[in-house]
């Protein structure tokens, strides 16, 4: 995504491409010499796609859920690379290991004592944070008014938690049945023995356990006061319960934010956050060239959510050594061309290998690389996992020459397929960031391999929501591919957050990331293979598998990895570029006046 999220600090390096135009700011020094107080104001394009710490996935939803919620356990944002990827307490009290007890013996059960002192600012007066809370919020990952993009990460793992989300899958989506289900069943794989205990239960060791309850807020404790309302809805919205350093005080929909300091929360008790800033506001509606302009004048300080910096501006600021630009990431995945593979149009083509084939070959990737800003931020892939991820093995299976794309022999798959006079294709595509020129690119090249575009354009929410998230949308064909992008969840052994969400079949439903129902028996049992093994070499190995099965069944057409360029006001200290969220840490960034 760049729809999700991955936790740490990437250098430009680990890629080989070309380093940041200016090392991370940090205007203030060292942390004693960064003040505390002022406003800090952010601008993006919309102000955010969920809200609900159970399904908040996107970069907007990410920030904010790290702002107003705390998890058991997150990431430093330093600059320190392998600090930044290492998984760090935030409720708990410690990283639990073999060595402290804290997992057993054979690697199924994690337990988890929380710290005392982190409180809810709740509508009835302020209470502690409590085992149960960890529980509630395990549970409303699956609850049956909308779909988690990452529920498969968890049934995979947690025992007990496939059979509660089969039963919660038969609920009627109403407040009163939600409630019902969710007070008088319970996971087998998650309990909570006492108010600062919390034990899991695996169904095999995963290596990546504690990488799964460090993302997002997934596994966050969560409040009794969201039993009251419908997840994510306009009411819950509207009566948020915040255990982090802030709070939503203020909320128009579709507009703004304004977040304030919570009087709940201790800092004594947050080894992640430090709050510099006594206010954000966070205004939405704005598109890159105007974000762009405010923050280099002043009067916005950091971009939000998707916001990036227009591509036409990099090499100016690049070449005035300007130090409110950062260019970081690297293992992004944008964009990639996604398959509706559920689509009936042309007679469910896509579900034919050498249509995809083709439209592998028919991509100039070369000209979008001009698009995102040339090969100083951006560069040719041809598969599915980056260099930052174990299990990385260079290939291309579609390679072109001068990565340029070979029309004839697009050409020829097509007619092989049996469309000699070419074939017509609803192409979807975001109205905001690079999306409508990489789509302008995409229909130029194709057409010239008889691969007719019916484009239509949309905001983000809607292009997720209405659309590629919902399999109502899909299997009527009401687009068959579309330009989208992924973030890696985690760094290092972390394959599994490309192939379990992405292309694993089994696990399709709505807000699923596996867009388009890619479904491969060979694939699957590889993964299941590689999550199976404690391994991380052998591990390593069968990933490396995966992606070359994936790659050479043309599951996507992979086009560019990339970084991202983001802007910061002069007045922002401590800014440490976050992958998964593109951009800064508003709860750790100060200002200077």
């Known amino acids: 995504m760049t729809w999700k999220m991955a936790a740490g600090l990437l250098v430009a390096a680990s890629l080989g491409l070309a380093g940041c135009s200016s090392t991370d700011s940090d205007a203030g020094g060292g942390s004693g010499d960064l003040k505390k107080g002022g406003t800090l104001k952010l601008a993006g394009p919309e102000e955010i796609g969920n809200l609900d710490p159970a399904t908040g996935y996107g970069p907007a939803d990410l920030a904010m859920q790290h702002a107003i919620n705390r998890g058991l356990f997150g990431y430093p944002t330093t600059k320190d690379e392998q600090d930044a990827i290492t998984v760090a307490p935030d409720l708990a009290t410690e990283v639990p290991t073999v060595d402290n007890g804290g997992i057993s013996a054979d690697g199924l059960t994690y337990t988890i004592t929380l710290r005392q002192g982190a409180k809810w600012h709740a509508p009835d007066g302020d209470r502690d944070v409590v085992a149960g809370d960890v529980v509630l919020g395990v549970k409303r990952i699956c609850n049956p008014q909308l779909g988690s993009p990452v529920l498969s990460y968890f049934t995979d793992t947690i025992a007990g938690l496939t059979e509660y989300c089969d039963g919660f899958a038969k609920v009627e989506p109403t407040v009163e049945a939600i409630r019902d289900y969710v007070e008088n069943n319970e996971i087998s794989g998650v309990q909570a023995p006492d108010d600062q205990t919390v034990v899991f239960t695996l169904t095999q060791p995963a290596s990546d356990f504690l990488s799964l309850l460090a993302l997002g807020s997934f596994t966050a404790p969560q409040p009794e006061e969201y039993l009251d309302y419908l997840p994510d809805s306009p009411e819950m919205r509207a009566n948020t319960v915040s255990d982090g350093p802030y709070l ?12 304030e300091r919570n009087p709940a929360w201790d800092p004594e008790t947050d080894p992640l956050r430090k709050a510099y800033v006594d206010r954000i506001e966070i205004q939405a509606g704005q598109d890159d060239s105007a974000i762009s302009q405010q923050i280099q004048a002043g009067t916005i300080d950091m971009q939000w959510g998707d916001a ?3 591509t036409s501006e990099v090499p100016g600021l690049r070449a005035s050594n300007d130090d409110r630009l950062v260019v970081a990431g690297g293992g992004t995945l944008l964009p990639y061309l996604t398959f509706n593979f559920l689509s009936p149009n042309n007679g469910g083509a896509l579900n034919d290998l050498k249509v995809r084939q083709a439209l592998n070959y028919a991509v100039n990737k070369a000209a979008i690389i001009k698009v995102l800003g040339g090969p100083e931020v951006a560069e040719v892939t041809g598969q599915i996992l980056p260099p930052v991820i174990n299990g990385y093995q260079e290939i291309d299976p579609y390679e072109t020459p001068d990565d340029e794309g070979d029309t004839e022999k697009a050409k020829q798959l097509l007619a092989e397929a049996g469309f000699p006079n070419g074939i017509t294709l609803k192409m979807l595509y975001r109205d905001d960031s690079a999306y409508p020129d990489i789509a302008t690119v995409l229909q130029q090249d194709l057409a010239k391999a008889g691969i007719t575009l019916e484009m239509k354009s949309m905001s983000r929410n809607t292009f997720y929501q209405n659309y590629l998230q919902n399999p109502d949308a899909t299997k009527r064909g009401e687009w068959d591919i579309a330009p989208v992008g992924w973030t890696p969840d985690y760094l290092g052994n972390a394959a599994r957050g490309f192939f379990v969400p992405l292309l694993d079949g089994r696990k399709f439903a709505k807000g699923s990331p596996n ?18 093994t404690t391994d991380p070499d052998e591990a390593a190995t069968i990933w490396a598998q995966a992606d070359q099965i994936a790659s050479e069944d043309a599951a996507w057409v992979p086009i560019a990895r990339t970084q991202v360029a983001t802007l910061h006001s002069s007045r922002v200290a401590n800014f440490v570029y976050v992958p998964g969220w593109h951009n800064g840490d508003m709860t750790n960034v100060a200002l200077s006046d």
Do not use: C, R
Not at 515 to 532: K, M, P, W
């Open 248 to 259: 939503i005080s203020e909320y128009k929909p579709g507009q703004s934010f304004t977040l």
């Open 308 to 310: 990036v910096t227009p």
């Open 515 to 532: 867009y388009g129902d890619y479904d491969n028996d060979e694939l699957n049992t590889v993964i299941d293979q590689a999550l199976a």
